[in-house]
């Protein structure tokens, strides 16, 4: 059973109110001498305590001001979201078991077994709770004069966590203060009696809300086609059909290309690889462009990117935009961010939560649209849903990956990769094929490419070696 269909179950089975709120009897004494009938959390702690969910110490106290462990908040969340309390080893810390399920639920990335007895932040404990939840750090606006993060802001939105509302009105969340018992107790007792999906999309293994501020989908799936050459077309207005290609064709006879019907070719420059995080320039990329340029195609550019940095995201795009400008007259059609995720736990990337990627995207974009290109962002349903916030990036136009007979995204986009199996005249191996919605402009009278084809940027970055096709760096 899926850990969210666990706690509904619990809930329902539990039959408790929805209000974030918990109701104890008011005639109701207290089992800890330290937490009176009256006070705003006994509720809570009460109800968690008649389940033997939470219990005093041996001197009859709850010690509600407390800090929570990093054991206590594990054993808490986990417990909350219904997964199975585990064996314990009484050789090892009694909380020792909990780490490796925090782990496979992605309540922590990593974690040191010495730091259990340490206390979380208010901001640990809410980052835990939420991916505990199945949501993800895309939020609106925070309502908290300290904290922005996502997740925060996601279980505010939810009920779950309040933060406090100071006397001038303003409210403070206090992410680096640790979290005391009662408000652990509270958080766990929401956790497993609000719903707190209500309103949301569910994709793969997370609750999404539905962003408001980007536009829905233009298309119907009776609007495409797909024809025995497994070419799609769309009934729906203007359309034409390209290819995206790398090193990994090598050699492409492109005046073949053209005459098979494809309008327009987007072509990789670089990348940075998702384990090492080096940078790498396509040796392929100059022919490329220049053999597209002379057989009439329309062009446009790419780049992986696999930036977990701002400050790497405008190192791609300098080094991007160096490779492309011999180009300029010629490029009609977008240069775009290709931000993929790769790799699972061994990414560079793992763990690098949807706010900072789509920072990264965006100052990559955003440096292509100050030199005077089309930028573009290319997503697929993982990366556009869960590690890409594209209220963040409406600015720029979309480019949407799903290899499918109709595209099922719920929001806009200019241009669809709608098959990585395409098969197309002067290219060897199979090539991924793409429908473009937009008629990008063309430049009025493009001067014809020198002879010889147009010279490469000097300085170029070394080849990757892991690509076919490419050379290794010189040795010294």
């Keep these: 059973m899926k850990k969210r269909a666990a706690v509904l179950l619990l809930a329902l089975l539990m039959a408790v109110s929805s209000s974030t709120t918990a109701m104890a009897d008011p005639g109701q004494l207290s089992p800890f001498a330290d937490l009176p009938a009256d006070h705003w959390s006994f509720s809570y702690v009460y109800d968690l305590y008649t389940q033997g969910v939470v219990g005093g110490y041996p001197d009859g106290t709850f010690?509600?001001?407390?800090?929570?462990?990093?054991?206590e908040a594990f054993k808490l969340i986990l417990l909350a979201v219904g997964v199975e309390d585990p064996e314990r080893d009484p050789e090892q810390h009694w909380a020792y078991p909990y780490i490796q399920p925090a782990l496979d639920n992605q309540l922590v990335w990593s974690f040191d077994e010495a730091s259990l007895d340490e206390a979380p932040t208010r901001l640990n404990v809410a980052r835990m709770a939420a991916r505990a939840l199945d949501l993800t750090?895309?939020?609106?606006?925070?309502p908290y004069i300290d904290c922005g993060d996502g997740y925060v802001v996601e279980l505010f939105e939810k009920g779950i966590m309040e933060g406090t509302v100071e006397p001038d009105g303003n409210r403070w969340f206090y992410p680096d203060q640790p979290i005391t018992r009662e408000e652990?107790?509270?958080?766990?007792?929401?956790?497993?009696?609000?719903d707190a999906t209500q309103g949301m999309m569910r994709f793969s293994n997370y609750w999404l809300d539905v962003l408001e501020d980007v536009p829905p989908a233009a298309f119907t799936p009776e609007q495409f086609s797909i024809d025995e050459q497994g070419r799609a077309s769309y009934s729906g207005g203007y359309f034409v059909r390209g290819v995206d290609v790398s090193g990994h064709k090598q050699d492409i006879d492109w005046n073949a290309v053209a005459r098979d019907g494809i309008d327009f070719a987007i072509i990789?420059?670089?990348?940075?690889?998702?384990?090492?995080?080096l940078l790498f320039e396509d040796s392929y990329f100059h022919r490329n462009m220049q053999g597209a340029i002379a057989a009439g195609l329309d062009v446009g550019a790419y780049f992986f990117s696999n930036a977990i940095t701002v400050e790497e995201a405008i190192e791609e795009a300098d080094m991007f935009l160096a490779m492309v400008e011999p180009y300029r007259q010629y490029i009609t059609y977008p240069v775009v961010c290709d931000w993929e995720y790769l790799g699972g736990k061994n990414s560079r990337a793992y763990g690098v939560d949807a706010s900072v990627i789509t920072e990264c995207v965006a100052a990559f974009c955003q440096r292509v649209a100050d030199a005077g290109y089309q930028p573009m962002v290319y997503f697929n349903d993982y990366c556009g849903y869960v590690k890409m916030d594209l209220s963040k990036l409406t600015q720029f136009d979309f480019w949407y990956a799903e290899y499918a007979d109709a595209p099922a995204c719920i929001y806009d986009f200019q241009m669809w990769q709608y098959s990585s199996?395409?098969?197309?005249?002067?290219?060897t191996s199979s090539v991924d094929m793409n429908l473009c919605f937009v008629p990008y402009p063309k430049p009025s009278e493009p001067d014809p490419l020198p002879t010889g084809g147009v010279p490469g940027p000097s300085g170029?970055?070394?080849?990757?070696?892991?690509?076919?096709?490419?050379?290794?760096?010189?040795?010294?």
């Design 421 to 427: 199996k395409g098969n197309v005249a002067g290219i």
């Design 460 to 476: 170029a970055l070394p080849a990757d070696p892991s690509q076919p096709g490419q050379t290794s760096p010189a040795l010294p």
């Design 268 to 277: 990789r420059a670089g990348n940075r690889t998702y384990g090492s995080g």
């Design 63 to 71: 010690q509600r001001q407390g800090n929570v462990t990093w054991g």
């Design 137 to 142: 750090d895309i939020s609106g606006e925070s």
């Design 184 to 194: 652990m107790a509270t958080v766990v007792w929401r956790m497993m009696n609000v």
